[in-house]
């Protein structure tokens, strides 16, 4: 494959905005820890321990810290929600369109992603107020692809600009997951979630083939999603009177490492690639025994999820805006030009979305 890639749309810049309040993951568990309210000294210790072995330095999170202390009502959460989400959004786009030389009235399309809030209309309305985009512009707004949503929304743009490659479109990722913390839940997966998710919003632009030629991010191949039937169970969030809710089964992982390899592998082969070919893994770091699972399933070489470790080390998994998170660290240090690289995320239902990339 050509690094050129002449026919193929191409990533000219991605940006992250997180929330203002930035704090250790130790001091986030231990806050959090005292948050839950029925939860006695086991649990808490429970948790701690968690919380302490994610690979997890610092989050960013949407309130004060002290304030999760009180507990809210799903309205008060998303009414908040709707304010940051507004906040680090249109931050995120407007550093990725002036980062590409891009100006707001030039987009075509914008397709944006959320699995943390709900908003009528969705919150690509304020993006395109706050920011400029033209109001003729195409809306993609995708709700609860969960951790799989970064990278749905880059192969929505992919398929909207293989149609239209003279054009330029855009997409947004925001997950404020700490939104959602369920102080009532003292179930193994909330505390699982509650010491991994963090808050961030991720945005990127994509030009059409017929004006990518002086992006330098990757362009993009060919795409493909997967929904595994019968895996709902495994993996999601429930919606109730307390918000949205994760449930998160401990199969995932062993899941992940059974199936994913022949998905991979049967993608790459109808490019005339293997596993072996690709040189950039830009993996969604869903947790340290998912990154464990692809490395063991997948057979990847040594250090090749490290840009994955040092995302989710730096924000947290921050849930569909991950993976957009690992693509900008790869524009920053790119691999060899013509080189192949594949782009991976995980979600529920279970989900899985790929994205061959060349250089």
């Given at each position: ?90 931050d ?12 707001p009235?030039e ?5 944006t ?13 304020g ?16 709700l ?8 749905a ?6 398929d ?21 913390f ?29 004006r ?10 060919a ?84 840009l ?25 240090a ?26």
């Amino acid at each position: 494959m050509s690094g050129t890639s002449p026919g193929f749309p191409r990533v000219a810049s991605v940006a992250v905005s997180a929330p203002p309040h930035r704090h250790r993951q130790q001091d986030i568990a231990a806050v959090f820890a005292d948050a839950f309210l029925s939860a006695d000294a086991a649990v808490r210790r429970q948790f701690t321990a968690i919380a302490a072995h994610t690979g997890i330095a610092h989050r960013s999170l949407s309130l004060p810290l002290a304030e999760y202390l009180r507990p809210r009502t799903f309205t008060e959460y998303n009414d908040h929600w709707a304010v940051t989400a507004g906040e680090v959004g249109q931050d995120a786009l407007a550093r990725a369109l002036e980062a590409a030389g891009v100006r707001p009235g030039e987009v075509g399309a914008v397709v944006t992603t959320t699995t943390t809030g709900a908003s009528v209309p969705s919150f690509d309305a304020g993006l395109i107020r706050h920011t400029g985009l033209p109001p003729h512009v195409a809306r993609m707004p995708l709700l609860g692809l969960g951790c799989a949503g970064g990278a749905a929304d880059l192969a929505r743009a992919y398929d909207y600009l293989r149609g239209r490659p003279e054009e330029v479109a855009v997409l947004v990722s925001v997950e404020l997951c700490s939104l959602n913390f369920q102080c009532a839940d003292t179930s193994a997966a909330n505390l699982v979630a509650t010491g991994l998710f963090g808050d961030a919003a991720a945005a990127a632009v994509v030009l059409g083939a017929r004006r990518a030629g002086g992006a330098a991010g990757p362009a993009l191949v060919a795409a493909r999603s997967r929904l595994y039937p019968g895996t709902e169970h495994l993996m999601g969030m429930r919606v109730g009177t307390g918000g949205f809710a994760v449930f998160l089964s401990p199969e995932v992982p062993a899941f992940a490492e059974q199936h994913l390899p022949e998905e991979v592998g049967d993608f790459l082969a109808e490019h005339g690639l293997a596993t072996k070919d690709i040189d950039s893994w830009v993996c969604h770091p869903g947790g340290p025994k998912i990154m464990e699972a692809l490395d063991r399933g997948l057979g990847l070489p040594p250090g090749a999820l490290a840009l994955s470790r040092d995302s989710l080390a730096e924000y947290g998994n921050i849930s569909s805006a991950s993976v957009l998170d690992v693509l900008r660290r790869t524009l920053a240090a790119p691999p060899a030009p013509g080189s192949a690289g594949l782009l991976l995320a995980l979600g529920p239902g279970l989900t899985s979305e790929l994205l061959l990339l060349t250089w």
